[in-house]
T-cell receptor, first 114, second 117 residues
Framework: GESVGLHLPTLSVQEGDNSIINCAYSNSASDYFIWYKQESGKGPQFIIDIRSNMDKRQGQRVTVLLNKTVKHLSLQIAATQPGDSAVYFCAENAGGTSYGKLTFGQGTILTVHP | GAGVSQTPSNKVTEKGKYVELRCDPISGHTALYWYRQSLGQGPEFLIYFQGTGAADDSGLPNDRFFAVRPEGSVSTLKIQRTERGDSAVYLC???????????????FGPGTRLTVL
């Protein structure tokens, strides 16, 4: 869920494994979705985005899947590396008059063990 | 090229004081955004500029918060009579066009960590 709090979901994987980070979004009107990576002390870094007319998009080592029926977004990272350790946020944009506003999810802490 | 820059990186102030936080967007980006991030949470939208004008300020928590972008480039977030609850990381982002045909990618700066004692 997207409850607010200090206890973020966590995912621990071994180097070389594939990682899947999930996100449930709230607004059925959202038409643009983004995944950001945030390392400690830094701003969010863009990873990949997807628009609502697609259900899958691939980048370098990353794939985003969108299921609008259940309002679910996932980020798959192939061959996870220690440098992938960070907090990952999904964000949604409702478009229309709100097209400047991103709504972020709670975040997931990914830890990659060498 | 240069990314979004924010100054100062850290700001410590006393309750009741006035602070200004500065954002330099990526050159050529017409849209600029301010977000606030509390510990353990995702960024929360504050305000969005398209050019010089505030297109959406629905996220500003109260009238102590104000932002300007007089020449359509650099922006300043101003907080009056700061309160301890204002302590957070203030993030700035910019994007190339800012909408019209739909949302475009927002690129974030490193943030300013504000601590109100």
């Amino acid at each position: 869920g997207e409850s607010v709090g200090l206890h973020l979901p966590t995912l621990s994987v071994q180097e070389g494994d594939n990682s899947i980070i999930n996100c449930a979004y709230s607004n059925s009107a959202s038409d643009y979705f983004i995944w950001y990576k945030q390392e400690s002390g830094k701003g969010p870094q863009f990873i990949i985005d997807i628009r609502s007319n697609m259900d899958k998009r691939q980048g370098q080592r990353v794939t985003v899947l969108l299921n609008k029926t259940v309002k679910h977004l996932s980020l798959q990272i192939a061959a996870t590396q220690p440098g992938d350790s960070a907090v990952y946020f999904c964000a949604e944009n409702a478009g229309g008059t709100s097209y400047g506003k991103l709504t972020f999810g709670q975040g997931t802490i990914l830890t990659v063990h060498p | 090229g240069a990314g979004v820059s924010q100054t100062p990186s850290n700001k410590v102030t006393e309750k009741g004081k006035y602070v200004e936080l500065r954002c330099d967007p990526i050159s050529g980006h017409t849209a600029l955004y301010w977000y606030r991030q509390s510990l353990g949470q995702g960024p929360e939208f504050l305000i969005y500029f398209q050019g010089t004008g505030a297109a959406d300020d629905s996220g500003l928590p109260n009238d102590r918060f104000f932002a300007v972008r007089p020449e359509g480039s650099v922006s300043t977030l101003k907080i009056q009579r700061t309160e301890r609850g204002d302590s957070a990381v203030y993030l700035c982002a910019s994007s190339l066009e800012g909408g019209g045909g739909g949302a475009d990618t927002q690129y974030f700066g490193p943030g300013t960590r504000l601590t109100v004692l």
